[in-house]
């Protein structure tokens, strides 16, 4: 292992991310099965899953090298946003980071990417700042996932943002409150969005009205407009990458799936932090080239398709091989959590106010937001994950969150009866943390998946033998 890696006490984990992240610039475009291979034996062991993840089948590796180079820009330009004179606003990973693109001189960084990126690179995994939040006095019904992301820029030297801004109010209480919490300990301004429960057209239009305000207050906080040929332009850009989203989505109803399984998490990162520039329309075209050509030569990594699995809430995040590339030469698809289900609207690019109001349909459903802040949060989780896990062709279910989604878990009975009885999918119920491993390890989730496929999955696709009816009436 090398020591320069080890993160030392206090130092901030986003800062410590990037460093590591660099030498990516290091590796050739063209890598080979060797290179992989060194690149793997050169870091400490919990990064090595990381590494083989995003490295080891040559279809990710290519896609994976040109996003990280990409994102690595994008983080780059968050970390010195400050020296060039605007302000940086720490975003939820249930916001579209877009509309604060459309500043001039606003950053957006997602406090939940930057969880994910401490708990895929950086040593330790994300576990000190987890506990450095315990050791506040905090409670353990946190989200990990912002909880991870926000602890660095608490404990350390470095980083550190102008305002926080939560749309969770009303819809995520353990994402809200970290959020809140950051900006009282940390001294800085927070920005609210609520979101009314009212899923009418009246409660969409009280929407709007709290967005405007809320960019107005933005506005004032910042000193400047948001410009409307600027807001154009971005959302111009975040069309782009819509309509390759909603190509993406329907290559992955192709049997065997043509995507590989790492996409949907490079489609989590894209959404959440780099959506409305370029970069998410050059990565996104990438992945829907790429499974084109697959789809062309019927590309597919096992030898067969055994399953076709939707995540009901969130994909497991720790462990890039142990998850995405593990189940992908099981012949395991995955085919989407509830981050992956957005729903745009057309878009009105006529003036700032249509923009504006295009914007607060996309914020009102965006992941999470819609469906934790629905009237009836079993009703719109189970309605969204149950469209989708249709439309693609799911063949089963698996539930995955982190330990705080109280949400997710207090209606996770009803969710997997009426999947059955809906869609006649089962569902597979894990508990743990995607984002920390000392809840339900890999090697323990590998073994329920692998039993749920070979025992429910491949013995409902089997087809089902008629008994033999034997004279005088009995079954043989
Ligand atoms: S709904 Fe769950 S995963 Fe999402 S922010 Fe809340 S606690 Fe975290």
């Not at 010195?80 to 877009?98: D, H, S, Y």
């Not at 999470?368 to 969204?384: A, F, N, P, V, Y």
Request: aromatic residues 12%; contains cysteine; charged residues 25%.
């Amino acid at each position: 292992m090398d020591k320069g890696f080890v993160m030392r006490e206090g130092e901030n984990g986003f800062e410590r991310a990037i460093a590591i992240l660099e030498m990516i610039y290091k590796l050739p475009d063209n890598l080979s099965e060797e290179d992989v291979e060194a690149a793997k034996n050169f870091v400490f062991p919990e990064l090595q899953h990381t590494v083989i993840g995003l490295l080891e089948l040559p279809a990710d590796r290519e896609l994976e090298l040109f996003f990280f180079r990409l994102l690595l820009g994008i983080l780059k330009e968050a970390q010195n946003a400050q020296a060039e004179g605007k302000k940086l606003v720490f975003i939820p990973f249930t916001f579209p980071p877009e509309i604060f693109y459309a500043f001039d001189n606003i950053f957006p960084l997602c406090t939940e990417i930057v969880g994910g990126l401490i708990t895929n690179i950086c040593y330790g995994q994300g576990e000190r700042f987890w506990d450095f939040a315990m050791g506040l006095g905090l409670p353990d019904s946190l989200c990990s996932a912002n909880t991870i992301g926000t602890m660095p820029f608490f404990m350390g030297p470095g980083l550190r943002a102008d305002a926080i801004v939560y749309n969770s109010a009303g819809s995520c209480n353990p994402n809200a409150k970290i959020h809140a919490f950051a900006s009282d300990y940390l001294g800085i301004p927070q920005f609210i969005l609520e979101k009314p429960v009212d899923e009418s057209a009246r409660g969409r239009e009280l929407y709007f009205e709290y967005l405007k305000r809320f960019v107005q207050e933005l506005e004032e906080w910042s000193g400047s407009e948001m410009r409307e040929e600027r807001l154009r332009e971005v959302m111009e850009k975040s069309y782009q990458a819509v309509e390759l989203y909603n190509e993406f989505w329907e290559l992955k109803k192709a049997r065997p799936c043509p995507v590989p399984n790492i996409f949907s998490m490079t489609l989590l990162v894209l959404r959440s932090q780099c959506w409305g520039r370029q970069e998410a329309v050059d990565v996104m075209q990438k992945m829907v080239d790429m499974s084109k050509e697959r789809l062309r030569t019927g590309e597919y990594t096992a030898d067969e398709e055994l399953a076709r699995v939707y995540i009901t809430y969130i994909y497991w995040l720790f462990d890039f091989a142990g998850y995405f590339t593990w189940m992908e030469k099981e012949g395991i698809t995955i085919l989407g959590d509830i981050l992956a289900i957005h729903y745009f609207p057309e878009m009105d690019f006529s003036s700032k106010e249509s923009m504006l109001r295009g914007m607060a349909d996309i914020a009102f459903d965006y992941p999470m937001t819609r469906q934790m802040g629905g009237e009836s949060i079993s009703m719109r989780w189970l309605d969204d994950v149950a469209w989708a896990a249709q439309d693609l062709g799911a063949d089963a279910c698996i539930f995955g969150g982190v330990h705080a989604c109280k949400h997710t878990l207090g209606t996770a009975a009803y969710f997997r009866r009426e999947m059955m009885k809906r869609a006649g999918l089962p569902t597979l119920m894990l508990t743990g943390d995607v984002f920390d491993k000392r809840h339900t390890p890999m090697e323990m989730f590998q073994e329920e998946v692998k039993t749920f496929v070979d025992q429910v999955v491949a013995k409902k696709k089997a087809p089902r033998k008629r008994k033999k009816v034997q004279a005088g009436g009995g079954a043989e």
